[in-house]
Structures are given as C-alpha cells and as structure tokens.
C-alpha cells in the first residue's frame, strides 16, 4: 500500500457504553449515554439532550444536510469501528490519523455541567482510557489526543502525566479559558500546564468549537438552516484565529520555547491579515516596550511555534503557501467523518489546493510537518 498522507484531524464518534461501562454503577444516570427518542439515538447527560449520534458523522450520507443520519447503523463504521476505520485509511493512502472528540465538546467543556467535581474529572478519564484502547488497533497509525480537565489545573497536570503514560502525544485544551470564569491564557495559572505538556513532549491542540459553542435555533427557524450553519461555522473558524492571536500576546510562548501549539480546523486564509494587525496593533501599542519576554514580534512566535491546518480550500493554498504562509506551519486534515469533512474528494481537493506546489513542498504538507510534530512511526 503506498500512503502518502497524515490526517491531523478526525474525530471518533464515541461508541453508546463509552462512559457508562468505564464509572461506577450508581453514576451510570450521571454520565453521557444514549438512548432512542423519536426514532434516533440520542446523546444525554443527566436529563438534558447533548447531542445526537447521526449529525456528527453524516460521512457518505446521501442526502443533504440538515438531514442526517438516525444512529449507529446508519453512519460509516469507520466513524465508530477502530478496524473499519484502518480500511478507510488504507483506502485513502491515510497512514495516520490524529482524533479528536465529539460528545464532551471539542474541549470537554460539556462536562462542566456535572456538579460533582469528581465526576466530571471521571467523566473525563473514562474518556481518554477508552480513546487510548480504541487507538490500540493500530497505535501507530491512531493517535489519540487527550481530553482535559482545565477547569482544575492540578488536575491537568496530573492527567496530562497520566497519559504521557499511555502514549498519548496530544492535549485538547479549550483555546478561551475566560468564558468559563477561569484565568486567560496567559495568567500564571496555567504556568504548572504548560510546564507538564512540555516535559511530556506533547502538542496542545485548540480544536475549533473548544470555548463558547452556541448553536443559533433563532436564526434557523427565521432564516433557515444553511444560513445559520455557514455564519457559525465562519464564527468558528475565525475565533480559533483570534484564541491563536491571545495565545501569540499572552508571553506564554517565550516562557515555554518547547511548547508546540496547533490551531486545528481554522483554515489558513486568516493567518496573513492577522498575523500583520497583531504586529501592527502591538507595536503601536506600546508592547514592545512594555513586556520585555518579548524578544521578537508575536508573529515571529507562530512561526516557531505554532501550527495551523487547512482542508476545503484552495485559495489561501494557490495563493500563499510558501510565501505569507510558511509551509513549516501547515498540515493537513479532512475533518472525517463530520459535515464538513472531505470524504469522497479527499485527491480532488489535494490538487486543486496545493497541485501547483512541487512534490516536495507537497509532501510536506501532506506528511513532513505531522511526522514529525506528532513523531509518527512511518510504515516499514
């Protein structure tokens, strides 16, 4: 088999007994589970609907959305199923996959309505044990990235540790701590999490949708599905670029010069306008005067640090790759299996988006830049 590519974001949709057969049996009712209701599988925690299995994994579905699938029997096995999901890897050429979360929040900041403090900490164990046995199928191809309790920073670190343990080489943390009543990024607070994630040799990971994730039913019901759909997700995209902004002020890149920090599912076309006006606004600002961790401006940060992921478009990548966007920064993901994912075009994109570049530059994007931030076993 000839693999030519690492899909740094994909998610796993969580099989039904993810958390109810990892707690006790008197926190079953307390954990997220699933059950049917109106003829669909339906995520809950507690008495309140989270979610439901179809719509985040609508992958090969035939009809448009909003319409999705009902549950399990009627979505890609290789959204649930670790050996399916090795078969659609092979399809592809896919050599490894990095996987990210679906029902506790792209930042586990749903278990944040569990009142009991230890359970919401169990809650997130649970999860990573089973992550970690489901990517045991093939743990080099399967790389997991870790939820995280950030609402106890001790409880971070010591988790953060715990999976170092089990092979873990990825943090999901929420990108905008503030909307939670909780320090900003860059407040000392954070200094013992930072510190564990570079002694662990991890990449932290701001998945979109980790901080404030509101879904507008207002504007559905009087303006209709897609419009709402596309104005969230552009909301999405674009906040990841400003939590990557704070993060590029907050000093805690100069503090932690290990550190490796991935923005992933923004898209790139934001990076050069944003990157400027930091510059810009920080300098006028005073703030090169005024915070002497600053050696050098915030955008030359990113590009020691920070890394940044691109799918649909093709714009940015005709445009910009090599030049305002560096390709050292850049990887690559299709999003499997949720809405906006590349499923069946996964090539068809690749060409149109970076078809120009040389095999080189291709083949970096592609694998260099993730095997070796992710430090990927290649194939023998």
């Not at 850049?330 to 075009?345: A, G, Q, R």
Request: proline share 7%; with cysteine.
């Amino acid at each position: 088999m000839a693999y030519s590519i690492i899909d740094v974001d994909t998610h796993i949709t969580e099989p039904a007994d993810t958390w109810t057969s990892r707690v006790s049996a008197r926190h079953r009712d307390r954990v997220p589970r699933v059950e049917v209701i109106d003829g669909r599988q339906i995520w809950l925690l507690g008495d309140d609907r989270i979610g439901a299995v179809g719509p985040t994994a609508p992958a090969g579905w035939p009809k448009p959305m909003p319409d999705s699938p009902a549950g399990y029997d009627e979505v890609h096995p290789a959204a649930f199923d670790a050996r399916a999901r090795l078969e659609l890897m092979d399809q592809r050429g896919v050599w490894a996959e990095v996987l990210y979360p679906n029902v506790g929040g792209f930042g586990a900041q749903r278990f944040l309505t569990i009142d009991d403090a230890e359970l919401k900490y169990e809650c997130v164990r649970a999860y990573n044990d089973f992550l970690s046995e489901w990517c045991s199928a093939d743990d080099r191809r399967l790389i997991p990235s870790m939820a995280t309790p950030f609402w106890d920073v001790d409880n971070a670190v010591a988790e953060v540790q715990r999976c170092a343990s089990l092979g873990y080489r990825s943090v999901n943390f929420t990108g905008e701590p503030q909307v939670f009543g909780l320090p900003y990024l860059g407040e000392s607070h954070w200094d013992p999490f930072w510190s564990a994630v570079c002694d662990c040799d991890m990449v932290v990971s701001f998945h979109i949708g980790s901080g404030e994730f509101n879904w507008d039913h207002t504007r559905v019901e009087r303006r209709g599905f897609a419009e709402a759909y596309a104005l969230q997700s552009v909301d999405l995209f674009t906040k990841n670029g400003i939590q990557v902004c704070d993060l590029l002020l907050s000093g805690v890149l100069p503090r932690f010069p290990k550190l490796k920090v991935v923005s992933v599912e923004s898209g790139i076309g934001w990076l050069p306008f944003m990157l400027e006006a930091l510059d810009n606004q920080f300098t006028e600002g005073g703030g090169m005067n005024d915070r002497p961790e600053f050696q050098k401006l915030p955008s030359e940060y990113f590009t020691g640090q920070v890394y940044t992921t691109f799918w649909f478009e093709e714009s940015a990548p005709q445009d910009m790759l090599g030049g305002r966007i560096p390709l050292d920064n850049v990887l690559f993901e299709t999003d499997f299996p949720h809405p906006t994912c590349l499923y069946d075009n996964v090539e068809e994109k690749i060409a149109a988006s970076i078809g120009h570049l040389s095999p080189q530059d291709r083949h970096q994007l592609l694998w260099g830049n993730a095997e070796k931030l992710y430090r990927v076993e290649s194939p023998a």
